[in-house]
């Protein structure tokens, strides 16, 4: 009777596969159940691949139920009934026991994906080589140049009828300010350096010598040792009271004589025109 268990035993297949039939190409899983305690471990083996089985991903193992359940993902690329060799596995106990499981045999059903009775179709001979075409570089190289002239074309055309800013004038031909509106706007100070200086450009050209670069009083010095015929107790008062007017404060009225003092003795400055000899 025990002998009967046994040989029972042997005969149940320790491996379940699904699906079934499986056909070629498809994904079979196969499932292991082992009674065993809940903190064994088990330690898995790889399964070869070969040209008939291809494994999809790692073993695994993972306890639930009382029973310790092992997986292996395979694809098989042959149609017919496979006896696939499964690798043994370590169990490891707490105690450190170590033992082994034998993998046995996975018995995989796999279904044909042509139909049957229908042979493969013969193979075609080779063709012959095909000819390459020659590429002309000349349609796309005339090309390029198109649109590079096109492209100076439009940009010169945008450039003549773009408008052309205002060209402005250097800052020594910049007129000068009006004195009228620098009057109205309350700055004599601006009104009496203005003045100041376009009498000394009068003196200036009248005395060469008494330039911009001196001072008001070195520009009196040269021109009471000059020899010119010149107002010079006009010119040292208007001068010296548009200095003063310059930098402190000053009511308008006062600068607006003195700006009219300024141009009565600029045109005494002017120099008399030259007469042509007869």
């Not at 809940?38 to 691949?49: G, H, K």
């Not at 043994?88 to 009775?117: H, Q």
């Amino acid at each position: 009777m025990t002998a009967l268990l046994l040989l029972l035993a042997l005969q149940l297949p320790t491996w379940a596969v699904t699906p079934v039939p499986a056909t070629v190409g498809d994904t079979v899983r196969l499932v292991r159940r082992v009674r065993t305690a809940p903190d064994v471990q088990a330690r898995l083996r790889s399964l070869d691949a070969s040209t008939l089985i291809e494994p999809l991903a790692a073993p695994r193992a993972a306890y639930a139920e009382g029973a310790l359940t092992i997986l292996y993902t395979v694809a098989l690329f042959a149609p017919g009934e496979h006896a696939v060799a499964m690798p043994d596995a370590e169990l490891l106990y707490p105690d450190g026991r170590v033992e082994t499981l034998l993998g046995d045999t996975a018995m995989v059903s796999v279904a044909a994906v042509l139909p049957a009775g229908d042979p493969l179709p013969p193979a075609l001979p080779a063709r012959a080589p095909l000819q390459r075409r020659l590429r002309r570089s000349l349609p796309l190289v005339g090309l390029v140049l198109g649109v590079i002239a096109a492209g100076l074309a439009w940009a010169a055309w945008r450039r003549r009828a773009r408008p052309r800013p205002a060209r402005r004038l250097p800052s020594e031909v910049r007129p000068d300010p009006s004195i009228g509106s620098w009057m109205e706007a309350g700055e004599p100070r601006a009104v009496a350096a203005v003045t100041a200086g376009r009498l000394r450009a009068r003196i200036a050209a009248v005395a060469p010598e008494a330039g911009r670069h001196l001072d008001a009083e070195e520009c009196l010095d040269v021109l009471e040792a000059s020899d010119h015929p010149l107002p010079m107790r006009e010119l040292t008062e208007v001068l010296r009271s548009l200095e003063r007017a310059r930098f402190s404060p000053a009511v308008p009225s006062d600068v607006a004589e003195l700006v009219e003092r300024a141009e009565r003795v600029s045109r005494e400055l002017e120099p008399p025109p030259v007469e042509e000899a007869l």
